[in-house]
């Protein structure tokens, strides 16, 4: 079974902090992507990355950063989060198919 | 116009019913479909992938592929209080050497609601 685990499940900041999202897969897969989920907008793509140090944009990049230095290590990075950014952050891994961590619910006061 | 488009519901039914749950698309590049299941507060997890046409079918549920249409679907037979959920489609697109990108466009989810 493909496992992928998040550092946090639930996450409270202060606008202007620096936030680290965490994402650990045990499976070896060079695919690892960070969704952003939120009601009525369904599931968004923020960044994804191919291989270690490795990254590219996807839909909705502005206000993130990733950082891929190991192969099961994909992290996000918001500079200085903003309220608009309290969402259910979510991170897949990909063999086939994308499996889902369990989700990080960020909200940032 | 969203790439794929998914109603969201939210769809109840009495246990024991068959639910139908759909998607559309406009993107003819996608090869690979896909449905997830996301309970509350927790993480999608794959319940069924389909590549290209056709059906398959895996113990009470059912997934369809209509590429000419640009529609999918997923049949839940004899509904149980525990299907009660978040209903994902997602899909990608293939290269030329037939090798999914793994970037999946999803539609907004369809809250399905079984009661005993």
């Known amino acids: 079974d493909v496992k992928v685990t998040q550092s946090s499940r639930y996450l409270v900041k202060r606008t202007g902090e620096k936030v680290f999202l965490e994402c650990v897969q045990d499976?070896?897969?060079?695919?690892m992507f960070w969704y952003r989920q939120d009601p009525g907008l369904g599931l968004r793509l923020i960044y994804f990355?191919?291989?270690?140090?490795?990254?590219e944009k996807g839909d909705i990049p502005e206000g993130y950063s990733v950082s891929r230095e190991k192969k099961e290590r994909f992290s996000l990075i918001l500079e200085s989060a903003s309220t608009n950014q309290t969402s259910m952050y979510l991170c897949?891994?990909?063999?086939?198919?994308?499996?889902f961590g369990p989700g990080t619910r960020l909200l940032v006061l | 116009q969203k790439e794929v488009e998914q109603d969201p519901g939210p769809l109840s039914v009495p246990e024991g019913a068959i639910v139908s749950l759909n998607c559309t698309y406009s993107?003819?590049?996608?090869?690979?479909f896909m449905w997830y299941r996301q309970y509350s507060r927790k993480g999608p997890e794959l319940l069924m992938y389909?590549?290209?046409?056709g059906n398959k079918e895996d113990g009470r549920f059912t997934a369809q592929v209509d590429k000419s249409s640009k529609y999918i679907s997923l049949f839940i037979r004899d509904s149980q209080p525990s299907d009660s959920a978040t209903y994902l489609c997602?899909?990608?697109?293939?290269?030329?050497?037939?090798?999914?990108?793994?970037?999946?466009?999803f539609g907004q989810g369809t809250i399905l609601t079984v009661h005993p």
């Open positions: 897949a891994t990909k063999q086939e198919t994308q499996y």
């Open positions: 499976m070896d897969h060079e695919n």
């Open positions: 990355s191919y291989d270690v140090k490795m990254k």
């Open positions: 993107n003819s590049a996608f090869q690979y």
């Open positions: 389909t590549y290209s046409s």
């Open positions: 997602a899909m990608s697109a293939t290269n030329a050497g037939g090798t999914s990108y793994g970037k999946l466009t």
